[in-house]
């Protein structure tokens, strides 16, 4: 492999004979990215007799690339080695020409990389066929779990992996991780905690910037930039304007509100109700706009797990902000936004939904779903489904493809509507369902799917995530957060056992190929992936990295401290709410 590697560069930089006199490469130097958070970067520096142009390439055991460096003419060269595998030696080859054609002997470099700390997770690769998947790097978040479903709130990683499943850029975190995505700067976002922390991070790991909501109190950093909201959970994109898009909550009381999934007739009783809200907010924390799930969708239409007091009772009552727990009405999970049409695509998962709502006006455009209990002013708004498939339920990642079609991740979870018999875990699956809409007929239908009764069978109750990638039309699938009880079947909630995950890769044929695959499945600690991202490569297109000499100081920790609020919250009374049955449940 040495051998090969030096003819490589041979081949690649052979493009005039060496200079007799007059320039070389000197002092040629490695050192560590100081920021221990992103441990598989290195910088490489050097010098040259005159001003010239430097080539670098590397060498890391598996694969060789070349390096981006700078088109100016330099005396000192710097360059940033991305792209190590942990535990493997690693070859450098340096070129360097001048502007008059002549070049410089070669350099070469190599050293060990040690491995990757023992707390990150540990990923196996099943399948991997480079020539047929989409070209970059897998940006994995990992969520790591400890006794009894507990998520360790204090740990989070995120794995880059090439096309061979390497391990060739991580970073290691003291809080959760939810997603990171690429930021048009080239920079990574990176969220975490549903209570709102967003950050903007280099690809060395060093902090641009930092975000917290001001809704609840929390820890925050100093210097960070606040949101005047509740929340941030589930989703933070960019738009086009440079402005963030983001889902957050409000919470609204009712005198009387549904209180059973399973007895159509148990009384109703007062509930505070958590719902979303759509946040727009610019670069500086200044939020712009709100849209309410509660002033477009029925309130009082609940789906299984709507009446959960558990995922915002630890914020909401836990931090002293209400007297009891709130219920989790909507928990929308994802948006998706069309600048053609302006137009918003929100996942609703507790309502088993995907409803389209006109951005400006925040009008409801449609609502594809399951068509039972609706009010009828709904009723008109619903697309039919034509054709052979399935509802989906508690589904995740409602995505618009390049092709007019919404993909999605289709959880599968329980596969019923209050009041009916919920599919237990063992008998359920999950799957990744595509939908061809015609919104002038109000129809849809599906055209392609991967999982399912009819092909793998696999089932994650939460999490998860379908991406369109955009070269191949191949499909990269996060099958994020498996349940395996002690006698191996399927749990449906973390407490019900082991937890573990895999991403993988699948063409959008009839019948699918599977073209990666990787499982993170560890015997000493359950860990779940929310989503993951393909990038087109570790350097971000038109940035220069810049290495720090020392590691960034740690920003100072404040307390955020928000008074109780018990009576400030819409209110909806009794006596403003009409019969059940003249507004047309069914």
Not at 53 to 82: I, K, Y
Not at 557 to 582: F, G, N, T, W, Y
């Amino acid at each position: 492999m040495g051998y090969r590697f030096l003819l490589y560069c041979c081949a690649l930089w052979s493009l005039c004979s060496f200079a007799a006199f007059g320039l070389s490469i000197e002092d040629a130097q490695l050192r560590q990215n100081p920021n221990p958070k992103v441990p598989l970067a290195w910088l490489c520096t050097f010098k040259t007799d005159v001003p010239a142009q430097a080539r670098v390439a590397l060498h890391n055991g598996r694969e060789t690339q070349v390096l981006p460096t700078s088109t100016e003419w330099l005396t000192e060269h710097e360059v940033v080695v991305l792209g190590v595998r942990p535990g493997h030696e690693q070859k450098l080859a340096i070129k360097a020409v001048d502007a008059e054609g002549h070049e410089a002997k070669p350099a070469y470099l190599k050293w060990d990389v040690a491995p990757l700390s023992r707390e990150m997770p540990k990923l196996e690769v099943y399948q991997s066929k480079p020539t047929l998947m989409e070209p970059g790097i897998t940006f994995i978040p990992c969520n790591r779990w400890v006794n009894d479903g507990k998520l360790d709130e204090n740990f989070g990683a995120i794995l880059g992996l090439n096309a061979h499943g390497d391990v060739v850029w991580s970073y290691q975190a003291d809080h959760t991780v939810a997603e990171v995505k690429p930021l048009s700067n080239g920079n990574l976002l990176i969220h975490y905690g549903r209570e709102g922390h967003i950050l903007e991070i280099d690809r060395l790991g060093t902090t641009v910037r930092r975000w917290y909501t001001t809704g609840i109190p929390k820890e925050y950093d100093e210097g960070s930039i606040p949101i005047v909201a509740e929340t941030l959970h589930h989703e933070v994109i960019e738009l086009p304007s440079g402005n963030f898009l983001a889902l957050s909550t409000e919470i609204a009381y009712f005198a009387t509100y549904p209180d059973s999934e399973y007895d159509r007739d148990a009384p109703w009783t007062p509930a505070y109700v958590v719902g979303d809200v759509v946040v727009e907010f610019e670069p500086d924390g200044t939020v712009v706009k709100r849209t309410r799930l509660l002033e477009i969708l029925d309130p009082y239409r609940i789906g299984y797990d709507s009446l959960n007091q558990g995922f915002w009772g630890d914020l909401y009552f836990g931090t002293g902000l209400l007297s009891t727990r709130p219920v989790d009405w909507s928990h929308a999970n994802s948006l998706d936004y069309n600048p053609i049409d302006q137009s918003l695509l929100i996942s609703v998962y507790h309502q088993d939904a995907v409803i389209k709502i006109d951005y400006p006006t925040g009008e409801l455009q449609w609502i594809m779903g399951y068509p039972t209990g609706w009010l009828n002013t709904h009723k008109s708004k619903l697309l039919r489904p034509v054709g052979e498939g399935h509802y989906f339920f508690h589904q995740h990642t409602a995505r618009l493809t390049p092709v007019g079609t919404i993909m999605l991740f289709d959880n599968g979870t329980f596969r019923a509507r209050p009041f009916d018999k919920k599919l237990q875990a063992e008998k359920n699956f999950s799957r990744v369902v595509e939908f061809e809409l015609d919104e002038k007929a109000k129809t849809y239908k599906e055209v392609w799917s991967y999982g399912g009764r009819k092909g793998e069978m696999f089932f994650s109750p939460i999490l998860s995530e379908a991406d369109w990638m955009p070269k191949t039309q191949n499909i990269l699938i996060t099958d994020g957060a498996r349940i395996r009880r002690p006698d191996g079947s399927a749990g449906g909630y973390p407490k019900h056992g082991h937890e573990w995950a895999r991403v993988l890769e699948v063409t959008r044929t009839k019948p699918a190929v599977k073209v990666f695959e990787v499982v993170l499945d560890d015997p000493n600690w359950g860990w779940t992936i929310y989503r993951s991202e393909r990038i087109p490569s570790l350097y971000p297109k038109g940035a220069t990295l810049k290495m720090l000499e020392i590691p960034p100081v740690p920003p100072v920790k404040k307390k955020l401290e928000v008074e109780p609020r018990k009576d400030d919250h819409p209110k909806i009374e009794a006596d403003e709410m009409e019969d059940i049955e003249s507004l047309g449940y069914l």
